[in-house]
């Protein structure tokens, strides 16, 4: 998927979402800076990616599912 492109090119975006809809899938970028120490919590559907490099690098790790 081209989310972390998306959310790369976006100087708002620190995080961005990615879901596998039934009809298609969609990617919601957002300005939450997650450090990776949240309360995570489960969906079948989507996945949440954070900045992990805050030099400005497209480096995102996978953060809950």
Do not use: A, P, W
């Not at 879901?19 to 489960?42: A, P």
């Amino acid at each position: 998927h081209d989310c972390e492109k998306f959310c790369d090119e976006n100087n708002e975006c620190e995080s961005f979402s990615y879901c596998e809809g039934t009809s298609k899938s969609s990617c919601y970028l957002k300005d939450k800076k997650i450090v990776g120490t949240e309360q995570t919590k489960r969906n079948r559907r989507c996945t949440t990616y954070y900045r992990q490099d805050t030099s400005g690098n497209s480096n995102y790790l996978f953060k809950y599912g």
